[in-house]
């Protein structure tokens, strides 16, 4: 299986901060990348896919990139509805794997 | 509006079954793969198992096959997960969520509010 490592687990940000999570790949897996957001309570919310595509009504604030092994996950400027869980996961392969989850606090 | 409803999540013994349900609406059932996806109580996503729109592609995460089954009927616009042999280690939300449709990569674009299986003595 292709195991997903995100940094870091969490992280505390300011409103209007840019925010950068990573997610690495155990190997290749091109571009078949993409991100979620959960909220407390919630279902996960599909952000980005195939590494840097916006999913359908996702605010331009984030934007994705990498390929291969190494990708990330950018906030240009951090809303307070964005504090949440995020998860990348890969489509790569079967079985579809998850990061473990970045948390993004209020500082 | 897309919308995905999960039901049949409860309290069942280890070594129970249970039936998971998802109803679809507002979109074309039959067109679109969909997925299992559950989170076992503060930790985070594990993918469980995946069908194709026709049901002619199934796959399963090694944890749950050869216990669930996951199945879809068109007609009825529903996914279902048939649950056997529970162990502890199954107890979670499960989600079932649609592929959200874009030929570069599947993602999975759309989720239900989730159903909870605890699997407890």
């Known amino acids: 299986d292709i195991q997903m490592t995100q940094s870091p687990s969490s992280l505390s940000a300011s409103v209007g901060d840019r925010v950068t999570i990573t997610c690495r790949a155990s190997?290749?897996?091109?571009?078949?990348l993409n991100w979620y957001q959960q909220k407390p309570r919630e279902a996960p919310n599909l952000l980005i896919y195939a590494t840097s595509s916006l999913h359908t009504g996702v605010p331009s604030r984030f934007s994705g990139s990498g390929s291969g092994t190494d990708f990330t996950l950018t906030i240009s400027s951090l809303q307070p509805e964005d504090f949440a869980t995020y998860y990348c996961?890969?489509?790569?392969?079967?079985?579809?794997?998850f990061g473990q989850g970045t948390k993004v606090e209020i500082k | 509006e897309v919308q995905l409803v999960e039901s049949g999540g409860g309290l069942v013994q280890p070594g129970g079954s249970l039936r998971l349900s998802c109803a679809a609406s507002?979109?074309?059932?039959?067109?679109?793969?969909m997925n299992w996806v559950r989170q076992a109580p503060g930790k985070g996503l594990e993918w469980v198992s995946y069908?194709?729109?026709?049901?002619?592609?199934?796959n399963y995460a090694d944890s749950v096959k050869g216990r669930f089954t996951i199945s879809r009927d068109n007609a009825k616009n529903s996914l279902y997960l048939q649950m056997n042999s529970l162990r502890d280690e199954d107890t979670a939300v499960y989600y079932c969520?649609?592929?959200?449709?874009?030929?570069?990569?599947?993602?999975?674009?759309?989720w239900g509010q989730g159903t909870l299986v605890t699997v407890s003595s």
């Open positions: 507002g979109f074309t059932f039959r067109s679109y793969s």
């Open positions: 069908i194709s729109s026709s049901s002619s592609t199934i």
């Open positions: 190997q290749s897996i091109a571009t078949y």
């Open positions: 969520a649609r592929d959200a449709g874009y030929s570069t990569s599947f993602a999975a674009g759309y």
């Open positions: 996961q890969q489509s790569y392969n079967i079985p579809w794997t």
